[in-house]
């Protein structure tokens, strides 16, 4: 079997267990072994942002990649909201953003995370749903019928320190998230990065009441939101399909991308 031919693995089936134990073998290490099970590295999907795959793994039965279209309904949502949290044009109002929360940053972005489940990955099927999620979630807090946002309208401050919880809590899920992406590409590990501190500074805006401290985070977000299109671009395009491909950077000391 060479690198040319189908990507089948060798002694094995595409329903595999979490990766536990990575083994090479082979005259030349061409072979790596994966939970007791033997593939060939050509046959192994590497860690890349564009797949949202953060360890080697067999490619999918299902020859469908969702994660570009979940990346870029949460690039575009968070830099519309991110404009919004910048002060852009002196906008005042966020419920514009409501509209794209719901339909693509939420509904989208969840279906695209279902996907993932069915392609057996783990990493993007939990961040693609958690994040469209939550997505609906802050939707629903300008949406009247769900009183959310009347339930404060007494106490402003309440209020404030309120979605202050909410985004500290996204910040914890987030630096989960960023744990699990040492080992992948810089475009990858940054997505989250900044994401991190997006989450903390809005976060911080909230509790504190200091526009500058919530501008920040606005400015965070928009960076977010371009490396978010970036790893949709990386997913996207192909040598069929486009001129402009994006090549992985691994990060330092990523040993997926030395062979193991």
């Known amino acids: 079997m060479s690198s040319s031919s189908s990507h089948k693995s060798i ?26 099970k033997k593939y060939y590295k050509s046959d192994l999907q590497q860690a ?19 994660a570009p279209v979940g990346l870029s309904a949460f690039a575009l949502t968070t830099f519309v909201l991110s404009l919004y949290n910048a002060k852009a044009f002196n906008i005042e109002i966020p419920n514009v953003v409501v509209s794209v929360a719901i339909f693509y940053g939420g509904l989208v972005q969840l279906l695209a995370g279902l996907l993932e489940f069915l392609s057996n990955n783990t990493f993007g099927f939990t961040a693609l749903t958690s994040y469209g999620a939550f997505w609906l979630a802050f939707g629903a807090i300008y949406i009247d019928n769900f009183g959310i946002a009347d339930a404060y309208k007494d106490d402003p401050d309440q209020m404030a320190n309120a979605v202050g919880f909410f985004l500290l809590g996204w910040a914890i899920f987030t630096f989960m ?4 992406t040492l080992k992948t590409t810089v475009a990858f590990f940054s997505l989250f990065f900044f994401l991190l501190i997006t989450f903390l500074l809005l976060a911080g805006g909230e ?13 965070f977000g928009m960076i977010t939101a371009v490396i978010s299109w ?12 486009s001129y402009i491909r994006l090549k992985p950077i691994p990060l330092p000391g990523n040993a997926i991308y030395k062979g193991i």
């Open 48 to 66: 890349f942002g564009g797949t949202l795959i953060a360890g080697p793994t067999p490619y999918p039965t299902i020859n469908i990649n969702s």
């Open 11 to 36: 002694n094995s089936t595409h329903d595999e267990l979490p990766i536990q134990k990575i083994q090479t073998t082979g005259d030349n290490h061409e072979f790596i072994i994966i939970n007791n």
């Open 207 to 219: 509790f504190s009441g200091r526009v500058g401290v919530t501008r920040a985070g606005g400015v």
């Open 177 to 180: 998230i960023l744990l699990v």
């Open 230 to 241: 970036y790893n949709a671009m990386a997913g996207t395009a192909t040598k069929y399909n």
